[in-house]
């Protein structure tokens, strides 16, 4: 029997029992994607020609096809402090609307927020803070038309510090804003803040 | 359908308030301090309820009881804001349309009631409010602050890692067994 063939074998047991334990050793963790700096919004002197408001209408669904989203939108309401209400948890593939709000493609701000994760993993926009200008998203209306918007700001906001009027404020043309959670991870505590993506009206079909 | 029962006078009022202080800005403006706070007041079957009281006091839980729109008790417990307890419950997705008395009971045995409307879908969403004007002042509607939308249950082990892990620990493991049987032959390494 030829030496190499065991030099080999012992060789790859070896790389495999290294590489074995520093995959499964540690605290490896993967942690949901954070906006850069570059996708901060600075584009509020040069205003783009926003599209025409839509009449209001429900959403049923929401698509941002850059990061695979395809989801259905349940209506949100606020908590007793004033904060808006997640999708139920147990419902990770799920995102929601303020129904009291703006809907999506009418003249204001509509806003949609779903869950970054649960307590089994990734959910509906885990990867939300990977968006980046220029993307686009398109909302499912139940009068049948697609209003599409234009992404023209990520941001993470911390949630001590957050500025409802940026995020939440009346505009005076169709604009949107997807919420999910982020800004860091601390143990017993959570995530630090939230991942905002704005978002204006272009066109619909 | 259990205990519906047609409203009285104090029962109006007492969801009058509810509904008053489910508003957005909620409770200071209407001081719902002595009474049983239901959110919302007026329900769909099958959504959440969230009930708040500061009526109790003191940081001891409070037993919330919905039995009579066949949701079971519930319990309140002490939240970050100054003696507030707070509680939810679902409402049956059978629940029939009507209106349900939900109760809740201080440790000291004070008793405190409010009323839940159950309607067919239609009339159980929130009024919308008037077109944004712009340039306004943000409405009391508009919500406020961050939105809870994950708990980290992402941050755990990423799956594909631990499977290549688990595989490279096979090679190793099928390797070593090789070796450890040809030295047995006396193959020689």
């Known amino acids: 029997m030829p030496r190499p063939g065991n030099t080999v074998i012992a060789s790859v047991t070896v790389v495999a029992l290294c590489s074995g334990g520093w995959l499964l050793g540690g605290a490896h963790t993967h942690a949901p994607p954070q906006p850069s700096p570059a996708q901060s919004g600075t584009d509020a002197g040069r205003e783009r020609p926003a599209a025409h408001a839509l009449p209001p209408s429900p959403p049923d669904r929401i698509r941002i096809p850059s990061i695979g989203v395809d989801a259905p939108l349940t209506g949100l309401r606020l908590t007793p402090q004033g904060s808006l209400d997640a999708p139920p948890a147990d419902r990770p593939r799920l995102a929601g609307w303020y129904e009291a709000g703006t809907s999506p493609g009418e003249r204001g701000t509509a806003i949609v927020a779903g869950h970054v994760d649960n307590a089994d993993g990734p959910a509906v926009f885990y990867r939300l803070g990977a968006v980046e200008r220029g993307a686009t998203i398109e909302v499912d209306r139940r009068d049948g038309t697609v209003a599409v918007f234009a992404v023209h700001a990520v941001e993470v906001y911390d949630r001590r510090h957050f500025p409802d009027g940026k995020v939440y404020g009346a505009a005076p043309r169709p604009e949107l804003r997807v919420i999910t959670c982020g800004g860091g991870y601390a143990k017993g505590i959570g995530y630090r803040g939230n991942v905002v993506v704005f978002a204006r009206l272009t066109g619909s079909r | 359908m259990r ?6 006078g104090t029962a109006l009022a007492v969801a009058a308030a509810g509904l008053a202080a489910a508003g957005p800005a909620a409770a200071p403006a209407y001081g719902a301090a002595d009474g049983l706070e239901v959110y919302p007041a007026t329900v769909a079957p099958g959504d959440e309820v969230t009930v708040n009281t500061a009526a109790c006091g003191g940081n001891a839980p409070v037993t919330g009881d919905a039995a009579a729109v066949g949701a079971g008790s519930f319990t309140l417990a002490p939240s970050e804001h100054e003696e507030d307890a ?7 997705p059978s629940a029939q349309p009507g ?13 405190i009631t409010a009323d839940l409307v159950v309607s067919l879908a239609a009339g159980a969403r929130p009024e919308r409010p008037q077109e944004s004007v712009p340039s306004a002042p943000a409405t009391p509607d508009v919500p406020k602050g961050s939105v809870k939308t994950g708990v980290g249950g992402a941050l755990g ?5 631990t499977a290549a892990g688990v595989a490279a620990l096979a090679v190793a493991a099928a390797g070593g067994t090789w ?8 193959d020689g390494i």
């Open chain 2, 3 to 8: 205990t519906v029962r047609p409203l009285t």
């Open chain 2, 86 to 92: 707070v509680g939810h419950f679902d409402v049956p």
């Open chain 2, 99 to 111: 209106t349900y008395e939900i109760v809740a009971r201080c440790s000291d045995g004070g008793r």
């Open chain 2, 157 to 161: 082990p990423d799956p594909a890692r």
């Open chain 2, 179 to 186: 070796l450890l049987h040809r030295r047995a032959r006396g």
